[in-house]
């Protein structure tokens, strides 16, 4: 039997025929601190937040608040969706945190998800992979790269495979880092792509340096808090 996410969505959402971007660190942490710094610097909204009995016990304190740690924000105007998380989850969770993901696009009518990895793929600094016709196609009219060969692995992989089977536009940017870890560079590179396909998302390259470092301490330090009581749930 799958694991169970539970979805608690706090105010209404309407982003039918929209965009759901995917930030789960599930392979290193640029995606996750790219989509964290473009809820910051764009107008989206805390809309939900999701939990799991497999989560670590863990809140998050922002500005006196506490709040879960993965997220469902939202910017209606735009219609798009944004999932984000601090956590760093087990692998065991990707193929079902997946199908949660697309099972509640396809609750709202979303038409587009778009997720990230770092990989080293020889094809291009930036390209993507897509489950269908229609969004391979939507890659080439934004002039990015498809990937004719290669591996996607986690939770962006399996979107990808759930994709096929269920006929859902899944688009998949890879970039190299030019680190180990996540680099300005790297994020900047992600949100101008996001950028390219999502339209009236913007970058704004002062404020995402700022916010992109600030994402960086507090996911790292939530990953530090968590570690050891992931350790110990997981086995």
Known sequence: MGEKFKITETRPIDV????LIEGFPSIGLT??????SLIRTTNFELAGFIDSDRFPP???VRNGEPTFPTTIHVNNALNVAVFSS??????KLHKEMA????GWAKKHGISNVISSVATKSPEAKTAAAASTVEARKMLKEKGIPVIEHGA??????ALLNHGVLSGQNVIVLTFSPSTQGPDFNSSIELCNAFASIVPGVSCDIPALKKESERAELEINAAKLETKNLSDGMYG
């Open 16 to 19: 039918k025929g929209g965009y």
């Open 31 to 36: 995606s996750a601190i790219a989509t964290e």
């Open 58 to 60: 863990v809140s998050l």
């Open 86 to 91: 601090y956590l760093m989850l087990n692998e």
């Open 99 to 102: 199908r949660t993901l697309l």
């Open 152 to 157: 996607i692995p986690g939770i962006p992989g």
